[in-house]
């Protein structure tokens, strides 16, 4: 069994984006040389999220306003966990909603989806480096 491993970087322009990873997580399945496995992709932070959906502008605005809706960023008083002198209890609790990974099944070197599933990293605390994990093992 070969086992694979690769970290993505990112650093958003701000403090939320929603970005398409896909083609990222396909050029790992490349570099591993894993045609029938398992890969796993996970946000290495408790403030970022990876997940599976739709690739359309509009959806990703959906997902803003309901996030903001069950947990706003503002006021930051409004969290207990602000007292410590951070000002992203918002984030971990948009990252709790949104997952933390996914794991996708690998056939014939390809991630095996249905239609329209692609893979997202969602930022809920940017401005700053962070990292996702891939792994894949398989055969
Ligand atoms: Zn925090």
């Not at 650093?11 to 796993?40: F, H, Q, V």
């Not at 930051?76 to 990974?101: F, P, Q, W």
Request: hydrophobic content about 35%.
């Amino acid at each position: 069994m070969k086992s694979f491993r690769k970290e993505l970087w990112f650093n958003t322009k701000s403090r939320r984006d929603y970005i398409n990873i896909t083609s990222e997580i396909e050029k790992a399945i490349k570099e591993s040389e894993i045609k029938e496995g398992i890969l796993l992709c996970n946000a290495m932070h408790i403030t970022s999220s990876v997940f599976i959906n739709d690739d359309e502008k509009g959806l990703h605005n959906d997902f803003e306003n309901w996030l903001e809706g069950l947990a706003p960023e503002k006021p930051y008083d409004k969290y207990r966990h602000n007292n410590t002198g951070e000002d992203n209890a918002d984030a971990h609790l948009k990252r709790s909603i949104m997952g933390r990974e996914v794991v996708v099944a690998v056939t014939g070197g390809k991630l095996d989806f249905g239609p329209w599933e692609q893979i997202f990293y969602g930022e809920f605390d940017g401005k700053r480096r962070k990292r996702v994990l891939v792994k894949i093992i398989g055969e």
